[in-house]
């Protein structure tokens, strides 16, 4: 019989299929597991409303517990209450800004690249609707920061 602790293990392993440097556990989607009678059951909370990644974030975490032998599986979307930054582990903040994203944090971000706080936005949309568009003034660079949500 598998525990919990394990399929937590197992989901930290899971990239998120936007931003790969992020486990979906470090990301904070995965706000469940349960297993009882032989059942695995993982609630999810999506980054925001119809985000389009939702469909593959729940492929991957079937294919990763299939992979390890689970047979009985439940995915749940749990959309109470809404995902938060808040949620992302703070050991990804840096994860975030090595692959060039600016972690969330209130007023503007900091540059992901050369650390500088002189910014400015460029779009309110980035790469993803869960990040904005940006530019360091300081080192020129162009990069998407997480939204504070």
């Known amino acids: 019989m598998v525990e919990a602790a394990q399929i937590w293990q197992w989901l930290s392993e899971v990239p998120d299929p936007e931003i790969p440097v992020l486990s979906l556990v470090d990301l904070g989607v995965i706000r469940?597991?349960?297993?009882?009678?032989?059942?695995v059951r993982i609630k999810v909370t999506p980054t925001y409303s119809g985000c389009p990644a939702t469909t593959f974030i729940n492929?991957?975490?079937?294919?990763?517990?299939?992979?390890?032998?689970?047979?009985?599986?439940?995915?749940?979307?749990?959309?109470?209450?809404?995902?938060?930054?808040?949620?992302?582990?703070?050991e990804a903040h840096e994860k975030l800004r090595e692959y060039g994203i600016a972690p969330p944090r209130p007023?503007?971000?900091y540059c992901?690249?050369?650390?500088?706080?002189?910014?400015?936005?460029?779009?309110?949309?980035?790469?993803t609707p869960c990040k904005s568009h940006y530019r360091c003034t300081a080192c020129l660079e162009p990069f998407d920061a997480f939204k504070c949500l």
């Open 32 to 39: 469940a597991v349960e297993v009882m009678d032989g059942m």
């Open 59 to 90: 492929l991957d975490i079937e294919a990763k517990l299939r992979s390890k032998g689970i047979e009985k599986l439940q995915i749940e979307p749990q959309i109470a209450p809404p995902w938060s930054t808040d949620w992302i582990k703070p």
């Open 107 to 109: 007023g503007q971000p």
């Open 112 to 127: 992901p690249r050369c650390g500088a706080a002189d910014t400015e936005l460029l779009s309110q949309f980035g790469s």
